[in-house]
Nanobody, 119 residues
Framework: QVQLVESGGGLVQPGGSLRLSCLASGLTFSTYRMAWFRQAPGKERELLASIRSEANPYVLNSVKGRFTISRDNAKNTVYLQMNSLKPEDTAVYYC?????????????WGQGTQVTVSS
């Protein structure tokens, strides 16, 4: 029933920008913390950013200033704006959702979207 569908990935040159979107269905979107993760080949999945409300979104320090997370509850959509992209940003990007405010485990995951940063 619950589905998270990412879009917006693709090929981009270093220094370019992409905006990823994740459309959620089958859940009460406004009550869930939404997050973006990424996983590069041979590496662990890492949390990039998360947001429950527009107040105090979390952004990983290493991408702070380049990546911005936001959400539109009316559209059941969470976004990840990525600027000044680097080859090191190449990865599969996933959105995820969790209800709990005490657990760090995310309940639902999208299928992922590939982001490739290359000349």
């Amino acid at each position: 029933q619950v589905q998270l569908v990412e879009s917006g990935g693709g090929l981009v040159q270093p220094g370019g920008s992409l905006r990823l979107s994740c459309l959620a269905s089958g859940l009460t979107f406004s009550t869930y913390r939404m997050a973006w993760f990424r996983q590069a080949p041979g590496k662990e999945r890492e949390l990039l950013a998360s947001i429950r409300s527009e107040a105090n979104p979390y952004v990983l320090n290493s991408v702070k200033g380049r990546f911005t997370i936001s959400r539109d509850n009316a559209k059941n959509t969470v976004y990840l704006q990525m600027n000044s992209l680097k080859p090191e940003d190449t990865a599969v990007y996933y959105c995820a959702a969790r209800y709990s405010t005490s657990s760090t485990t995310y309940d639902y995951w999208g299928q992922g979207t590939q982001v490739t940063v290359s000349s």
